[in-house]
C-alpha cells in the first residue's frame, strides 16, 4: 500500500488512488498547466485508517441505521462518526509519511484539500461536501487536519447526497490533496463552457482574496463571459465586493473589509481575463468536455487549483424568449442569476441559518442570504431557492442543479424585498421572481420516459417504507406490494407541530385530527388499493417534549429509548385521549373509501396492552376484519418469546431490527462505545434465531410476518437468512427497492433449485 503520492506522478485514471480531484491536478501538471507542488494521502491510506483503528464497522454500522429524511437523526449520526474518527490515532507509519512528504514540500503554509475516490466523475458532483483547510502550517496541525478532511466524508450533506445520488457509502473512499498554498490577490472559478445550456462561451467568477468566499457563497463575485472561439469579452457584470478572505497573523484565514475604493472596481484587467479564459479552453480541449475549474492568482500569476467535469448541462438548449414577452407586465419583484433552471410557485420561507431548517414545509420557497452546505437536508424539501449572494458555481447553485431544483442567486435583496408567507413565481430559468402565482409559458416538449427496468416477480412481497406524505406519489410508481412501514411521526412534526395533549386542553383537538387525516389520505390514495400500513405514533418522551407545548406533558426520562413510549402510552390516562386522535383520523380516512390503511402498534411490551388498545379502538369505531389489518411491530425480546400469544390477538408482525437488536444485545444503538466495538449487528446469531422463532411461531397461528430497516438490502447474506426462514415481506427504503427485488427473486431461485437437486437424489 503507498501512503503517499507525489501529484505529478498520477493521473486522471488514478481517482480510486487520488480521488477525482488529486486525479485531475495530476493530470493537468503532466500537462503543463499551472498548478502549484503537491502530494497526494491516498485513499488507501484512509482505508487502513478505518481498518487498523477498527473504527470502519463502527462507521458503516452507524450509516446504516442512520434516517437521511430525519434532518435531527442525521445529524446526530453525523456528529458520531466524526467523533470516532477525529479521536482515533493515525496509524504512526502513515504519520511518519506525511510528514515526510510535508518536509520535502518546504515545511510551509499548504492547503489541505479533500478528494473523494467518487468525486467529479461524469455522472456526480461531490463539490463543497468534504471540507478544505487553507493556510494550515506545522505537523500536528496538518495531521489533525488530515482527519478533518477524512472525518468530513460523513457529514450530514454528504450522508445526505450520497443516499440521494444511489452511491453507496462503502464505495466511496477519501484522498486528501496537500498543496502548496497560493496567497491569492484574487480568485475565483471558471466554467469552460456555459453550465446549463453547454454553449462555447467561457463563463468566469472573480473575486478579490481566497476563492472560498465564491464557492461558499459569502459574495457575489465579478461575471466575465468570454466567446470560447475568438476568446473576446462579450459581457462583463461587476459585483461589489464588501469582504474577502486573506491570510491573517499567524497564517490563520482571516475576513477583512475590502477597501471602500476598490469595493466596486473589476476584479481583474480585461488581458488577465482573456488568458484566463485561453487557459480554460486548453483544459476543455484537453479533457474533451466542459470543466469546471477553480483558480487563483498571485502577483499576476494565474494557478489552476481544482478541475472537475461540469455535471449539470441540460441536453437541450433552454429557450426562453417566449417566455420574457409573455410575463413583461407582471410585477416583477427581484432579479438575479438564473442558476439552475425551471419555474415554481410557492409560499416564501426566509431561513437565516441552519437552526431554521424546521421551518420549511414542501412546497415552499427558499429565500436567504446564501446557503451552506448544512442547509442541504431542508433545500431538498423546498420547491424553488431564490439567494441575495452567490454566483453561479456558489453553492446554492452547484446544490439545486444536482437536486434539480429551480434556483436563483445573487439576487442582491431577496431577503429584504420577499416577504415571509407571501406567495411569488420562481422563474430560475430567467432569473425573475414575480408576485403571486404567474403562468409561465414553455415551449411544448415531447416527454420521453425511460425505458421501464425489468423487476422480476418474487413470492416474497416487497413493500416500501415512507415517513413523507408528499413522496407517496412519488414511491407509489414503484413496483412493490404497498406500505410497509408509514412513520406516523413526519406528519404529525410536519402537519402540526404541536403536542396533542396541548390542542386538546385548548380545546382545538380538530386540528391535530384533520392533519393526520391530510397526511393518511395523500398516501392511501396514492397506493390504493395497495395496504398501507400505518405505525402510530412512536415519539419518545424528549421528542414529544420538542413539540410546540410538549414541556408540560412530557417528564425528562434518564433514558427515553427504553421510557414511556409506544403502546405503554396508549393505555395510559395521560396519554389515552391524544391517542384516541389518532384513531378518529384513521377511521375517517377508512370512512372515506380508502380501506387499504391498516395499523400498527409499536414497541408493544405485553399481551395486556395489546388487549387494551384494542378494546379502544373497538370503542373508536376500528375493529380487525378481512379489509383492517392490525399489525405489530416486533421489536422487544417479549414479543418473541410470547410471538404465539400475540398471534392470537393481531394479523400480522413487523420486525424493527434496530430494537430488536438493541434490546437483544444489550447494546444501546446510540452508545459509541458499543459501536466501536461491533456489538450492534442484526446479523448475530441471537437476533437471527429470535427472528426465526417469531416467523415459525406467527406462522403456526396464521401471522404474516415482515421485516423494516436496511438490513436486508445492506447485507445479502442476511436477506437470504429472512427469505430461507420463510418472511412473507420485506419492506425498504425506496432507493434500494428494485436492487433488492432482484436480490430475493435470484435468492428464492436458488432455494427452489436447492430443493429440485434434493428431490431428484
Not at 483547510?133 to 466524508?153: D, F, H, I, M, R
Not at 431548517?357 to 451552506?372: N, Y
Not at 413510549?565 to 393505555?571: Q, T
Not at 429472512?722 to 428464492?748: C, F, H, Q, W, Y
Request: charge should be negative.
Amino acid at each position: 500500500m503507498e501512503t503517499i503520492k507525489w501529484v505529478q506522478d498520477i493521473n486522471r485514471k488514478d481517482i480510486g488512488i487520488a480521488g477525482g480531484k488529486g486525479a485531475n491536478l495530476g493530470e493537468m501538471l503532466k500537462n503543463d498547466f499551472p498548478v502549484p507542488p503537491a502530494f497526494i494521502v491516498t485513499a488507501d491510506a484512509f482505508w487502513s485508517f478505518l481498518e487498523e483503528t477498527k473504527t470502519k464497522d463502527s462507521v458503516f454500522n452507524i450509516l446504516r441505521n442512520t434516517n437521511v429524511n430525519d434532518s435531527d437523526d442525521l445529524e446526530k449520526k453525523s456528529e458520531m462518526i466524526k467523533k470516532i474518527i477525529t479521536n482515533a490515532n493515525i496509524p504512526w507509519t502513515t504519520e511518519v509519511d506525511i510528514l515526510d512528504a510535508y518536509r520535502k514540500l518546504d515545511d510551509g503554509f499548504v492547503a489541505v484539500r479533500s478528494s473523494a475516490t467518487a468525486e467529479d466523475l461524469p455522472e456526480a458532483s461531490f463539490a463543497g461536501q468534504q471540507e478544505t483547510y487553507l493556510n494550515v502550517k506545522g505537523e500536528q496541525t496538518l495531521l489533525e487536519s488530515v482527519k478533518q478532511c477524512w472525518a468530513s466524508l460523513y457529514t450530514p450533506r454528504a450522508i445526505f447526497y450520497r443516499e440521494k445520488q444511489g452511491f453507496k457509502h462503502e464505495d466511496v473512499r477519501l484522498a486528501v490533496v496537500v498543496q502548496k498554498m497560493v496567497n491569492a490577490d484574487v480568485s475565483g472559478v471558471m466554467f469552460t463552457s456555459d453550465p446549463i445550456t453547454g454553449k462555447p462561451k467561457v463563463l468566469i467568477e472573480a473575486g478579490y482574496g481566497l476563492g472560498e468566499t465564491i464557492v461558499g457563497g459569502k459574495i457575489t463575485p465579478d461575471t466575465y463571459v468570454v466567446d470560447q472561439d475568438s476568446l473576446e469579452i462579450e459581457d462583463k457584470n461587476i459585483a461589489v465586493q464588501k469582504i474577502k478572505y486573506v491570510k491573517g497573523e499567524e497564517g490563520k484565514t482571516t475576513e477583512v473589509e475590502v477597501e471602500e475604493g476598490q469595493q466596486d472596481k473589476q476584479k481583474m484587467s480585461d488581458n488577465d481575463i482573456v488568458k484566463l479564459a485561453g487557459i480554460g479552453k486548453r483544459i476543455e480541449k484537453h479533457y474533451n468536455e466542459p470543466m469546471d475549474v477553480e483558480w487563483c492568482m498571485e502577483n499576476n500569476e494565474i494557478y489552476i487549483v481544482q478541475a472537475r467535469p461540469v455535471t449539470t448541462i441540460k441536453k437541450e438548449e433552454i429557450k426562453m424568449e417566449k417566455e420574457e414577452k409573455f410575463v413583461k407586465e407582471k410585477n416583477i419583484l427581484v432579479k438575479g442569476l438564473p442558476a439552475s433552471p425551471g419555474t415554481a410557485t410557492g409560499r416564501v420561507v426566509i431561513i437565516k441559518d441552519s437552526s431554521e431548517l424546521g421551518k420549511i414545509k414542501e412546497g415552499d420557497i427558499l429565500v436567504t442570504k446564501m446557503t451552506t452546505p448544512d442547509m442541504v437536508p431542508g433545500m431538498k424539501k423546498a420547491k424553488a431557492i431564490v439567494t441575495d449572494e452567490g454566483g453561479l458555481t456558489c453553492h446554492a447553485a452547484i446544490v439545486s442543479r444536482e437536486l434539480g431544483i429551480p434556483c436563483i442567486v445573487g439576487s442582491g435583496k431577496a431577503t429584504e424585498v420577499l416577504k415571509e408567507g407571501a406567495k411569488i413565481t420562481v422563474d430560475a430559468s430567467t432569473g425573475i421572481v414575480y408576485e403571486g402565482a404567474v403562468e409561465i409559458e414553455k415551449k411544448e416538449e415531447k416527454e420521453v420516459l425511460p425505458s421501464a427496468e425489468y423487476v422480476p416477480v418474487t413470492g416474497t412481497k416487497i413493500y416500501i417504507n415512507l415517513g413523507v406524505p408528499e413522496k407517496a406519489e412519488e414511491y407509489a410508481k414503484l413496483p412493490v406490494s404497498g406500505v410497509g412501514l408509514m412513520r406516523e411521526e413526519f406528519t404529525v412534526t410536519s402537519y402540526v407541530g404541536r403536542h396533542p395533549c396541548a390542542l386538546i386542553e385548548e380545546g382545538k383537538p380538530q386540528i391535530f385530527i384533520d392533519a393526520l387525516i391530510d397526511g393518511f389520505s395523500k398516501v392511501a390514495r396514492a397506493f390504493y388499493p395497495r395496504p398501507v400500513v400505518l405505525r402510530t405514533s412512536d415519539f419518545k418522551t424528549n421528542e414529544y417534549r420538542n413539540l410546540k407545548g410538549g414541556e408540560k406533558y412530557e417528564s425528562v426520562e434518564a433514558n427515553p429509548m427504553i421510557g414511556w413510549r409506544g403502546v405503554s402510552r396508549y393505555v395510559s390516562e395521560k396519554y389515552e385521549k391524544a391517542f384516541r386522535l389518532e384513531l378518529k383520523a384513521v377511521k375517517k380516512v377508512r370512512d372515506s373509501g380508502l380501506k387499504n390503511l391498516w395499523l400498527m402498534l409499536p414497541f408493544v411490551r405485553t399481551v395486556d396492552e395489546v388487549k387494551k388498545v384494542l378494546e379502544i379502538m373497538r370503542e373508536e369505531g376500528l375493529e380487525r376484519s378481512n379489509d383492517f389489518r392490525v399489525w405489530i411491530m416486533a421489536e422487544v425480546p417479549s414479543n418473541i418469546f410470547l410471538a404465539d400469544q400475540f398471534a392470537e390477538l393481531v394479523d400480522g408482525f413487523s420486525i424493527g431490527s434496530n430494537d430488536l437488536t438493541q434490546l437483544i444485545m444489550g447494546a444501546d444503538r446510540d452508545s459509541e462505545i458499543l459501536a466501536q466495538l461491533g456489538y450492534f449487528d442484526e446479523r448475530n446469531d441471537a437476533v437471527k434465531r429470535a427472528i426465526a422463532h417469531l416467523i415459525k411461531a406467527a406462522h403456526e397461528k396464521g401471522c404474516t410476518v415482515s421485516i423494516c430497516g436496511q438490513a436486508p438490502s445492506v447485507y445479502p447474506e442476511f436477506t437470504e437468512f429472512l427469505v430461507k426462514s420463510g418472511i412473507d415481506s420485506i419492506s425498504l427504503n425506496a432507493d434500494v427497492v428494485n436492487k433488492t427485488i432482484r436480490l430475493v427473486a435470484s435468492i428464492e431461485q436458488k432455494i427452489m433449485l436447492e430443493k429440485a437437486r434434493e428431490k431428484s437424489e
